[in-house]
């Protein structure tokens, strides 16, 4: 108890040091989590009917529901215009092409609910409870439809460190289908007022996770790290743009421009085919989506 106690200390001293590691992401499988997913995927895997050329030049259309959730009907209170939505569907478009996806904005919601906006999150029981009752009011589609949810805050359980989103897994999804889905910070979208972290890639890491992606850094140096082949090993997440950085022994030079690392959003540039590939193996087996 005394040294978690410690560890957390330590890990809020060294994220109010250096704000670069001050902006995280909710999506953080344990290494046995990921082993149960990765069992459930390898024993349920649906082949495409697609041969490999055909897949490759398929486009998968995914609609996108957006939801603002808004501590009140101003801008500054999270209600964010209908055009920097459609810039951050643009965003996403771009950053998938090479994934051969489509984002189709299907609509926009609006809803004013400070305790929400504040308070929904997954981490304690009380936000879990919140964020549940928030999803269960606005979701929309099936399994191979995108809801986004944009609020104010989303509590870390860390003192100096901002959680930018989180995100379900494919998996998840036949549990518990009204929980399936992305939330972010609504200051992240393309014009946004989080600094380094506002041209919309946010949305594009986190949905990565919904698609099926760990993090770059999953089990640091460890096989199976993040259970891609071609992404090279990281030790630990990267923060800014740092050129160079090599953090595991032999395996590469770290993907800090990868869209699943912690990097700045000017930093991020793409995905690799292997995580390509997964994403539409994922999609397949559990979204529907050849």
């Avoid at 055009?83 to 051969?100: C, F, H, M, V």
């Avoid at 359980?157 to 036949?174: R, S």
């Avoid at 991020?268 to 087996?285: A, E, H, M």
Wanted: charged share 20%; net charge negative; with cysteine.
């Amino acid at each position: 108890m005394l040294l978690s106690f410690a560890l957390t200390l330590a890990l809020a001293a060294s994220a109010l040091a250096d704000p670069l590691r001050r902006m995280t992401c909710g999506s953080l499988p344990t290494m046995d989590e990921v082993a149960t997913m990765e069992k459930h995927f390898m024993e349920n895997k649906v082949e495409s009917s697609l041969s490999l050329k055909e897949s490759e030049a398929a486009s998968r259309v995914i609609k996108v529901y957006f939801h603002v959730v808004a501590q009140d009907i101003t801008q500054a209170g999270g209600n964010i215009p209908d055009t920097q939505i459609k810039n951050q569907i643009q965003a996403l478009n771009r950053a998938y092409t090479s994934a051969g996806i489509i984002w189709i904005l299907a609509g926009i919601d609006r809803t004013v609910n400070a305790d929400w906006y504040l308070n929904a999150g997954h981490g304690t029981p009380q936000q879990t409870t919140k964020q549940t009752a928030m999803k269960r009011t606005l979701h929309r589609g099936g399994p191979g439809d995108l809801n986004v949810y944009s609020v104010g805050r989303i509590p870390s359980g860390t003192a100096g460190l901002t959680t930018l989103g989180y995100a379900t897994f494919p998996v998840m999804y036949k549990s518990n289908p009204l929980d399936d889905g992305v939330v972010i910070l609504s200051t992240t979208l393309p014009g946004g007022s989080a600094a380094r972290h506002n041209l919309g890639h946010t949305l594009t890491h986190e949905t990565g996770h919904w698609l099926g992606l760990y993090h770059t850094f999953q089990g640091g140096c460890v096989e199976p790290g993040d259970s891609i082949a071609d992404t090279p090993p990281e030790a630990k997440e990267a923060f800014g743009c740092p050129e160079k950085r090599d953090t595991c022994l032999g395996g590469g030079l770290d993907p800090i421009h990868n869209y699943m690392d912690y990097t700045d959003d000017a930093c991020k540039t793409g995905f690799t085919f292997g995580q390509i590939n997964r994403i539409k193996q994922q999609l397949t087996t559990y979204r529907g989506l050849v």
